[in-house]
């Protein structure tokens, strides 16, 4: 789709699955379950997503999923398969390398959402795209720099520590457009600083949700994360948005 001055692109990065209990927090299972079906092991299957964006002389990626520096343990934990379908070879079906990307935007560095940040070349960990500016807030850097006992599992410091050697990372600290037509909407229910790209054109709006709405089924008000670091302020977050875009 067009959109201001972009062409606006989804582009599916992996396949994975996570605990539906933890996905669905209060929710109980008989009724999350009728939305993602769960496995032996209690997982419900999902993908990553990567918005691309093409036009004012960028090639601009939000979020680049799990990427593939998986050891096959946690491969198997998270039934990760960036087999079948990843991020490079979706970029490659636009027409586009890894060295075309000129701004990579990080809603926040989870490992699902940032691990195709970097990958593995030989034994060395490289940036997946080294011609790119990588944008974060600076709360959400700070917080996965020195996380809590409760979400440090979610961060992987091989996501971005080369990043930062090689000068790559750029802060966004505030809600005034940090790139051509794109303004930035923070929230800090699901992680500290999570940012979402929102694009205007006209009476369209388009918003790029991350993980303050990570499935279609957490649209309603109370379907929110057991992950969410605030849980209660992710439910005034989505009552306060919604209706904005």
Known sequence: MNIGPYHATGLV???FGLDGGAMFGIIPKILWEKKAPADA??????????LLLQGENRVILVDTGNGDKWQEKFKSIYKIDTESVNLISGLRRQGLTPED??????????????????????????PTF??????????????????????????ME???AVLAENQMVRFVTSEDAFLPGVDIHFSH??????????????????????????????IPLPWVM???????LTVQEKERLLPRV
């Open 13 to 15: 990065t992996s396949a």
């Open 41 to 50: 092991q209690n997982r419900i299957r999902m993908v990553t997503r990567s």
């Open 101 to 126: 990307v000129t701004d990579v935007i990080c809603t926040h560095l989870h490992f699902d959402h940032a691990g195709g940040n970097t990958r593995l070349e030989g034994d060395r960990i490289v």
């Open 130 to 155: 080294p011609n790119a500016t990588y944008w974060i807030s600076q709360e959400n850097w700070d917080l996965a720099n020195s996380p809590s006992q409760k979400d440090k599992g979610s961060f």
């Open 158 to 160: 091989a996501d971005w």
């Open 189 to 218: 229910g699901h992680t500290t600083g999570q940012i979402h790209p929102l694009i205007r054109d006209g009476n369209r709006t388009l918003f790029y949700c991350g993980d303050l709405i990570p499935m279609s089924a957490h």
């Open 226 to 232: 057991a992950y969410d670091i605030h849980p209660v």
